[in-house]
């Protein structure tokens, strides 16, 4: 009886093994054939094979690279900012035209004068013909605005001497203090500033009839005890064309660089009026 029972597990497991390898024996059925199955079945490999990015993206068109675009930009930023700076540049142009027109409408700077240069010899407006001129008008007894301004006026002239390719510029000095401001007093003053700068000095009706010509105001002050007097008096550089016309004028806040670049643009536009 118990020979029976232990027989009987034994004839269990051995049905069991035989049929789970029968069963390993069985093969999958063929999938049916259908048109285009072997694409579908070399795709479904590529994919199985292929990471999730990459089959994701492998059916998408590629649009223009990162440097096509950064290309592409840059040359659109380049034709509108030259499209600007061209109507920039023609704005500035009507502007100064305007400006001048005004400035000559104003008849500033009409008529001659007739003064002493700070050598002794004679001149008169005709003697510039043919020149760009910045004048300025003060006197030697000036404690500071005037050798600032003439500093400035000077510092314009080596600016524009140091470009070949621009025509000089004649820096002239003209006094509104006569009495003190003789053809001596002119030449030890000019010497300290430029060896081409100019000093013009007159009788006190000389001195009057250019500074109407050229709207500048003055006045002297009372004396004190040493007989010392300041001139009050307008502040601004004077532009000259070399057609002796007055063409632009620059007041105490204009740089010496701004008033150089003003000058510039005047030349390059000039043309002039007396054939």
Same mark, same amino acid.
């Given at each position: ?37 072997? +694409? ?61 027109? +005004? ?5 500033? #700077?009409? #008529?001659? =004068? ?5 050598? #002794? ?8 013909? #043919? ?5 300025? =008008?003060? =006197? ?13 006026? $000077?510092? $314009? $002239? ?45 009788? +006190? ?54 008033? +150089? ?15």
């Amino acid at each position: 009886m118990l020979q029976h029972r232990s027989i009987r597990p034994m004839l269990l497991l051995a049905r069991t093994t035989k049929a789970r390898h029968g069963l390993s024996q069985l093969k999958p059925p063929a999938l049916p054939r259908t048109p285009g199955g072997e +694409a579908f079945h070399a795709r479904c490999q590529l994919l199985s094979k292929q990471g999730p990015a990459e089959a994701g993206w492998a059916g998408k068109p590629r649009g223009p690279g990162l440097r096509t675009r950064l290309l592409v930009t840059a040359v659109l930023g380049a034709g509108l900012g030259g499209v600007w700076l061209a109507l920039r540049t023609e704005k500035e142009k009507l502007r100064q035209q305007q400006r001048t027109e +005004a400035l000559r409408q104003a008849a500033v #700077g009409q #008529g001659d =004068f007739s003064l002493l240069d700070h050598r #002794g010899q004679a001149r008169c407006k005709a003697d510039f013909r #043919g020149q760009w001129v910045l004048m300025y =008008f003060g =006197f030697t007894h000036c404690p500071d605005i005037c050798p600032d301004e003439l500093e400035k006026l $000077v510092q $314009v $002239v080596r600016r524009l001497e140091a470009e070949p390719g621009l025509p000089p510029v004649q820096p002239v000095f003209v006094t509104l203090d006569p009495e003190r401001d003789d053809v001596a007093a002119m030449a030890r003053y000019v010497q300290d500033f430029h060896p081409r700068l100019l000093g013009l000095t007159g009788s +006190a009706e000389q001195v009057a009839q250019v500074s109407r010509s050229y709207r500048v105001y003055y006045s002297a002050g009372p004396k004190d005890e040493d007989q010392d007097y300041i001139v009050d008096h307008s502040i601004a550089i004077y532009l000259l064309s070399p057609d002796g016309l007055f063409t632009d004028y620059y007041g105490r806040t204009r740089s010496a660089e701004q008033i +150089a670049d003003s000058v510039r643009r005047h030349m390059a536009a000039f043309r002039s009026v007396l054939g």
